[in-house]
């Protein structure tokens, strides 16, 4: 069994930063790509920003220059250093990775998701 858990979301300033942390925990021989989503109601869940292991980052064109994603393979670990952040960013974000098991499978997880508010 894997799990993704993130941390770090919260209530922010517009023109702030917060940092997101998701560890990937249970039966992992390794992680393909790791990345973040975000979703508000009412609207499809979108693709922030992703990260394939020795591979160059992806982002939305809405936070290009303003998120930064990075990770720690020995800690099977993603984060999301968010700055210059804007109303319009609140959302609840979702970490999502592909996880390599023991059993030879390789399956796709979501985490429980966390809230980020940017507050005007």
């Known amino acids: 069994q894997v799990q993704l858990v993130e941390s770090g979301g919260g209530l922010v300033q517009a023109g702030g930063s917060l940092t997101l942390s998701c560890a990937a925990s249970g039966s992992i021989v390794s992680t393909g790509h790791m990345g973040w989503y975000r979703q508000v109601p009412g609207k499809q869940r979108e693709l922030c920003a992703d990260?394939?292991?020795?591979?160059?980052?992806v982002y939305a064109d809405s936070v290009k220059g303003r998120f930064t994603i990075s990770r720690d393979n020995a800690k099977n670990t993603v984060y999301l250093q968010m700055n210059s952040l804007k109303p319009e960013d609140t959302a609840v974000y979702y970490c999502?990775?592909?996880?390599?098991?023991?059993?030879?499978?390789?399956?796709?997880?979501w985490g429980q998701g966390t809230q980020v508010t940017v507050s005007s």
């Open positions: 990260l394939f292991s020795g591979g160059r980052p």
């Open positions: 999502n990775a592909d996880v390599h098991g023991y059993d030879g499978t390789l399956k796709n997880y």
